[in-house]
């Protein structure tokens, strides 16, 4: 199967990606083991709305795209507001989310694609969309909806990353002889990412805060690096490494020499307000 060329848009891909918590659970772990440089992102944002938003505590805090719970568990337990819904297209991942969260939170979960949001106008003060709005075919879309639900003076907190996250990654794996065309494929954050992320949200809602961070990330040979990449959609490498990190490694072993691989991408953080309200 060739690689799509969107595959964060692609529906089916989706679907394989988020089947359950063990590709994206192996993806994370992967990455978190290789950063170097750069604030945990769920604690950022934990931040940014306990600075934006005047009463956290009451609020009412929609976390969409949850996945595996990581920014939801992180919200409960520093912003503490009043409820927390979890919304994420795969059921899968709302169990996983569920589980970690725990049945004392003050958590709901809802299954929804997030461009058709069950949730009722003005009823949420702050809403979080972190490493998702890549996925949506029209971001502006997600954007009018969280917009829609965001009580006046409501807050949003929006993370995405730069086109050339992971670059080093894509000249290996072309360098491997595995992909050749794996540093022309369109990036996966192209939908909404650090470049146009703000001009996406500013004729839909107010910016009032955007910033850029680095994260560098060393990963420690090529065990490492196959680690990250067998859980990747975006190359069109062949049918029996595809998932299967113990024979990526070796086909790469026997390509290239083992040796650390470094790589960066900008993280970006964008908080934006529905007019009105108090704040």
Same mark, same amino acid.
């Given at each position: 199967?060739?690689?799509?060329?969107?595959?964060?848009?692609?529906?089916?891909?989706?679907?394989?990606?988020?089947?359950?918590?063990?590709?994206?659970?192996?993806?994370?772990?992967?990455?978190?083991?290789?950063?170097?440089?750069?604030?945990?992102?769920?604690?950022?944002?934990?931040?940014?709305?306990?600075?934006?938003?005047?009463?956290?505590?009451?609020?009412?805090?929609?976390?969409?795209?949850?996945?595996?719970?990581?920014?939801?568990?992180?919200?409960?337990?520093?912003?503490?507001?009043?409820?927390?819904?979890?919304?994420?297209?795969?059921?899968?991942?709302?169990?996983?989310?569920?589980?970690?969260?725990?049945?004392?939170?003050?958590?709901?979960?809802?299954?929804?694609?997030?461009?058709?949001?069950?949730?009722?106008?003005?009823?949420?003060?702050?809403?979080?969309?972190?490493?998702?709005?890549?996925?949506?075919?029209?971001?502006?879309?997600?954007?009018?909806?969280?917009?829609?639900?965001?009580?006046?003076?409501?807050?949003?907190?929006?993370?995405?990353?730069?086109?050339?996250?992971?670059?080093?990654?894509?000249?290996?794996?072309?360098?491997?002889?595995?992909?050749?065309?794996?540093?022309?494929?369109?990036?996966?954050?192209?939908?909404? %990412? =650090?470049?146009? $992320? /703000? &001009?996406?949200?500013?004729?839909? *809602? +107010?910016?009032?805060? #955007?910033?850029?961070?680095?994260?560098?990330?060393?990963?420690?040979?090529?065990?490492?690096?196959?680690?990250?990449?067998?859980?990747?959609?975006?190359?069109?490498?062949?049918?029996?490494?595809?998932? %299967? =990190?113990?024979? $990526? /490694? &070796?086909?790469?072993?026997?390509? *290239? +020499?083992?040796?650390? #691989?470094?790589?960066?991408?900008?993280?970006?953080?964008?908080?934006?307000?529905?007019?009105?309200?108090?704040?």
């Amino acid at each position: 199967m060739t690689a799509s060329p969107h595959p964060f848009l692609d529906a089916a891909v989706q679907a394989d990606l988020y089947r359950d918590g063990a590709r994206l659970a192996a993806r994370t772990s992967a990455l978190h083991q290789a950063k170097t440089c750069g604030r945990a992102v769920a604690d950022v944002i934990a931040d940014l709305v306990i600075r934006f938003l005047p009463e956290p505590r009451t609020a009412v805090v929609a976390d969409l795209g949850c996945g595996r719970g990581t920014s939801s568990r992180v919200l409960v337990e520093r912003v503490r507001p009043r409820r927390l819904i979890a919304v994420d297209a795969s059921a899968a991942m709302l169990t996983v989310a569920r589980s970690r969260l725990g049945s004392r939170s003050p958590a709901a979960f809802v299954q929804a694609d997030f461009h058709h949001l069950p949730l009722p106008d003005a009823s949420c003060a702050a809403a979080v969309a972190a490493f998702c709005l890549y996925h949506a075919p029209a971001p502006r879309l997600v954007l009018w909806e969280i917009a829609r639900l965001l009580e006046p003076g409501g807050v949003t907190v929006l993370v995405t990353k730069s086109t050339d996250s992971y670059r080093a990654l894509d000249l290996l794996v072309a360098a491997a002889g595995l992909d050749a065309h794996a540093a022309e494929r369109v990036s996966l954050y192209a939908s909404a %990412h =650090s470049g146009n $992320l /703000a &001009a996406l949200t500013a004729p839909i *809602l +107010p910016l009032i805060h #955007v910033e850029h961070e680095e994260h560098r990330f060393s990963f420690t040979g090529l065990d490492h690096v196959a680690a990250y990449l067998a859980t990747s959609p975006k190359y069109d490498i062949p049918a029996g490494l595809r998932g %299967h =990190s113990s024979a $990526l /490694a &070796a086909a790469l072993r026997a390509r *290239l +020499p083992d040796a650390p #691989v470094h790589t960066t991408s900008t993280v970006t953080y964008l908080v934006a307000a529905r007019p009105g309200g108090t704040r």
